[in-house]
């Protein structure tokens, strides 16, 4: 599968996820765990593990630096609101 537009071409999977389910630093490495939410043949949605992201330290902050990019650019678009009560889990 050829990677999206704006992003490197790597020949890799992806991983989709609806939440992070879990945040460590172990040995060395940020881990994130990503779950997803998927719907049985019942029609049932359950919350099922996706994947992990294992992150150097620079690794963790070059991600956070572009995230927080990304999420002040949705906001100036009107696509999300930054407002405290919202980023309250």
């Not at 991600?63 to 572009?66: A, D, K, P």
């Given at each position: 599968m050829?990677?999206?537009p704006g992003l490197p071409e790597f020949d890799?999977?992806?991983v989709f996820a609806d939440e992070v389910a879990g945040l460590g630093f172990q040995a060395g490495t940020f881990?994130?765990?990503l779950a997803a939410n998927v719907v049985d043949e019942t029609g049932q949605s359950h919350l099922t593990k996706s994947g992990f992201l294992i992150l150097s330290p620079d690794a963790m902050l070059h991600?956070?630096?572009?995230v927080d990019q990304m999420l002040l650019e949705l906001a100036s678009r009107g696509v999300l609101n930054l407002r405290p009560d919202k980023l309250d889990g």
């Open positions: 050829t990677s999206p890799l999977p992806m881990r994130v765990a991600l956070r630096s572009q």
